[in-house]
C-alpha cells in the first residue's frame, strides 16, 4: 500500500513553523548559539575553555550547546558571543511600509 506524503515548505524558521510561543525570539536565540557552537569548534576550545570565556561553566556550555538555552536573555547570548566577535546591530527601513519589521542575525565572514 502507497501513501503520498503531503510537502509543505517552511518559513525558515522551524519554531514559528511548530506554531510554538515565542518563535521569533527563539529562533534568534538558536542562530546565535550556532555560531558561538561554530566559533567554539573553529578555534578548536574546549567547553571549559569556551565557557572561561564567556564567564559560564562547563556545564552551562554544554547545556547550551546541546540546545538548552531558553534561560538566556538575547543580550546575555550576545554578551557570550563577544568572547571572540564584535556585536553590532543596524537599524535600517524596513522593505515594506506599515508592516512590522523584523530582527535578523548575520553571521560575518570568518
Do not use: C
Not at 554544554?62 to 538566556?72: A, L, P, Q
Not at 557570550?80 to 546591530?89: A, G, Q, W
Amino acid at each position: 500500500m502507497k501513501h503520498e506524503a503531503d510537502i509543505t515548505a517552511g518559513s525558515g524558521n522551524i519554531f514559528a513553523d511548530l506554531n510554538l510561543p515565542g518563535a521569533e525570539t527563539h529562533f534568534l536565540k538558536a542562530q546565535i548559539v550556532s555560531e558561538i557552537y561554530r566559533l567554539s569548534k573553529e578555534r578548536k576550545l574546549t567547553q571549559v575553555e569556551a565557557g572561561k570565556r564567556m564567564g559560564i561553566s562547563q556545564p552551562e556550555v554544554s547545556r547550551m550547546f546541546k540546545g538548552h538555552f531558553r534561560e538566556y536573555s538575547i543580550d546575555w547570548l550576545m554578551e557570550f558571543l563577544t568572547f571572540d566577535r564584535d556585536v553590532e546591530i543596524v537599524v535600517k527601513p524596513h522593505r515594506k511600509t506599515g508592516k512590522s519589521g523584523r530582527i535578523r542575525f548575520v553571521p560575518a565572514a570568518a
